[in-house]
């Protein structure tokens, strides 16, 4: 056994026997593995080996496209058969909703460059000749269906046999029953492993523990929110009417998921596999995997099986005349949101995961992919927002993680709607004034553990959401709230603001070299900037900068970047001492407040003057408001209305929202939730980011040229800028105006079409614009596409609407109301 390596790897599933065959074939050769007993013995061995394509994250979707295509590669490049059978995937629908989540799907699969097919109930029996169509009694007629005809089903062992092989034939090593039992950094900095085998220094070590990811986590001092859940399948003996129809030269068929029904089946040697996500599957090892479970499986519970077997025998009766061989139920790793957790461990450096993996038979690949980019590279070649790590903070609690996993789990085959909240585990995070705005009708969301308000009920209006691809219920009060914002004055709690405090005597010139904005060096000024990639100049961060006082500025960023944000900075510091950096997030609250009349309301409140000369746009003070003392009032805002957003100290929050609204009430001041907020921003073409900012696009081909200084000296992704600028901005970010649309608004990742039909781009957000009454997508087209006036189409819900290019900010295109 080697005892130094670049990059140790700890876990021998097929994740990370993937991550160590991607590094080696990065050219990073000096690599080892770590398996505590033998390969595949966690979750990988029993595994159905399914290989579904369909995934409605743009990340996670390009990931699984990737593994799908190396998967087909792998036999010939080492030797050994995967049994990859490309059956194809059909998922069937019974009901409009699902056929929009599936037309929704087909939007971002277009964008990835997916195949697939929408079909039609006489299609699927054509192609699933033992199917139901139902339509009687409690089977429901198949309205039509999904068909990826490229993906199918692989065997799990030995596809992490074939990556085994490849890595070792580029040089990797792997070390069996050897153990990672304990982890300790050395004095240069490096990770020391200790196993029974003696001691492995390593520069990187890459957790791929699979059910094992708490353990393995608390060797390091992190929480990491993956525990796994019960997952059963039933293995069917033979059955005579498909052995009939295979003996007749029928094709194996494709891999049916009746995802109403929320189970799948596939061929299993002239029988089945029925595989349900049922309720009631309890979450298992919240506490780490005992000793004695090893390889094991949990009995088999017919009991929660049971619905399904028999919705899955009216669908496909000749399942009836099967006996049941086997159930294999086993611990199967879940995250609160059901993607993975790939990328840098938070606080560490040179600690990465590959962990909580849902999918991992078909994520292995491409995560492997991204992780070794990552870690060779620097950064990894695609957006992995969605399934970093630090996307989830110190809110994940062992008894959230248990209960959103259980609900995830419950949860796979629903129709993911786009206003979809769930209730588990809440409320847990709550801004302090919480009960107030919850007796003003607020009908609650959730992101990053906080609750939000998404809309307000009037008096007499239910306060629930009835979720759609569509418009819906709350449609008229969102816009009800957006007018209140651009016609008297409205306010926004959000205090889930990420919030640091950067201080000292190299704070301006380190802040300085991490963005691409000048750092303000007047104080009371504020900058937009934004952190770019290293690697291909891309929006990584967005930070409004604020120079508070000498040596200190106040720094904000997105709600649900603050681990994400924090672990970047305080890996960045210099190690001189000079800059001083904390996050004080959950100490200053934060209520926008805007609209034509906010500084008649804000007047009533403070003897700071807030007149345009005194406090201009683009400026901040720190005054008093009301009773409240060290209050930042910064003029700024996300809705594009004369505003201010208070940042206050916590303990103000209750007195300060009082004062507010007494003082707003002759002004008729209401609350304004992010749903509105959404289409207020769409109409000021104010990327978010995350979704409209990623690092795939720099900020040139966002748009935001006045926000990077090429002329500043050195900052991270200036080269990438510079090379840029040198070849030609590839991608344009435009505003769109959608025609036609009655029911349907673009929501984000659409594609775009030219008039010929090619795709040109995609939308990366939409919404009803309220105020200019029309529907909006903002997002990027190829250069060419981009200019004013261009006659392009989106598909929304698998239909083509006109979209026009249309000015940046549709409302208020000179920032009169801001500047006002
Ligand atoms: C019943 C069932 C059916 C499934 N069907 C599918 C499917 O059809 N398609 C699909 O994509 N996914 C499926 N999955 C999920 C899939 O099995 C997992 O996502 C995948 O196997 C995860 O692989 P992994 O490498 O992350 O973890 P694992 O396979 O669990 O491997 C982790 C390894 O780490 C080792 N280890 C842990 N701690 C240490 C340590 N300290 N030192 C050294 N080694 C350590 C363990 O021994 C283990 O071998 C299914 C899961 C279940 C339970």
Redesign the pocket.
Known sequence: MKTHVRVLV????????STLYHLAKKGWTDVAL????E?????????????PLFNMSYTVGQLHKYSVDLYKRLPAETGQDVSFHVTGNLRLATNRDRMDEYQKYCGTANTIGVPFEVITPAQVKELWPLVDLGGSGDTPAIVGALYHPNDG?IA?ADLTMALRIGARKAGAEIYEQ????SIERTASGEWKVHTAKGDIVAEHIVC?????AR??GR?LGLSVPAIPVE???IVYDQSPELKAYRTAGGRELAVLRESDQSYYLREERMGWIL?PYEKGAPARFADGVPDWFGRSLFPGDLERLLPHVEAAMRRVPCLETCGIKDI??????YTPDGSPLIGPAWNLPNVWL??G????????GGSGWQLAEWIVEGEPGIDMLAVDPRRYGDYTSKRYVVKKNEETYRNVFVIHFPDEERPDARPAKTSPVYDKIDRMGAVWGQRYGWERANWFAPPGVERKDRWSFRRSNYFEHVGNECRLMREKVGVIDLSPFTKFEVTGTGAEAWLDGLVANKVPTRIGRIALCHALARRGGGIRSEFTITKIADQKYYVVSAGAAERYDSDYLRKALPADGSVGLRNITTSRGCFVIAGPRSRDLLSKLTDTPLDNASFPWLTGQTIEVGLAVDVHALRVNFVGSLGWELHFPIEYAHHLFDAVFDAGKEYGIGMVGMRAMESLRLEKSYRMWGSDMTPDYTPFETGLDRFVRMNKGEFIGKAQLQKQLAAGVPNRFVTLEVHGVTDADPLGNEPLFDSDGRIVGRATSGYYGHCVRKSLAIGYVKADFAAVGTQLSIEILGERRPATVIPESPYDPDNHELRA
């Not at 700890?10 to 026997?17: D, K, M, N, P, T």
């Not at 390969?39 to 290989?51: E, K």
């Not at 050897?178 to 039992?181: N, Q, R, S, W, Y």
């Not at 791929?208 to 094992?212: D, I, L, P, R, V």
């Open positions: 700890i876990g021998g599933g097929v994740v990370g026997v770590l398996e505590r007993t390969l595949t013995a966690g979750s990988t061995w029993h595994a159905a080996g399914l290989l089903h799990p050897t153990e990672a039992l791929a523990t699979g059910n094992y353990q393995t060797l997952h059963q399948y595989g294999v139920n086993g611990p199967i790793s590959n962990e993996h849902s999918f991992g038979i078909t994520a292995a």
